[in-house]
Nanobody
Framework: QLQLVESGGGLVQPGGSLRLSCAAS????????IGWFRQAPGKEREGVAC????????YYADSVKGRFTISRDNAKNTVYLQMNSLKPEDTAVYYC???????????????WGQGTQVTVSS
């Protein structure tokens, strides 16, 4: 069974850092483009970052550019999202998603994890 599991969320003060992990089971991430998305209460799900399976190209939403970094470790079948200089407006449930064909920030990927809560507050 194809499954994505996010971890690493939590409560952090403004200016702090967190690293989210997205571990895959039941399939090999090597052949999948991976995206990180987030959804705050009352808002639509938005794309944060994505990484290509073919050449490792990365793309970021303007709101996180320069603060967040997406990376992948195919040997561990895991994708990471390093989040630095966190702001209260980064508070949301963060999801990772996988797709064989699309690599963009549109929330139409084929496979999704259950999400992990990130709260940025003092």
């Amino acid at each position: 069974q194809l499954q994505l599991v996010e971890s690493g969320g939590g409560l952090v003060q403004p200016g702090g850092s967190l690293r989210l992990s997205c571990a895959a089971s039941g399939f090999t991430l090597d052949y999948y483009h991976i995206g990180w998305f987030r959804q705050a209460p009352g808002k639509e799900r938005e794309g944060v970052a994505c990484i290509s399976s073919s050449d490792g190209s990365t793309y970021y939403a303007d709101s996180v550019k320069g603060r967040f970094t997406i990376s992948r470790d195919n040997a561990k079948n895991t994708v990471y999202l390093q989040m630095n200089s966190l702001k209260p407006e980064d508070t949301a449930v963060y999801y990772c998603a996988a797709d064989r064909n699309r690599v963009d920030l549109v929330a139409r990927y084929d496979y999704w994890g259950q999400g992990t809560q990130v709260t940025v507050s003092s």
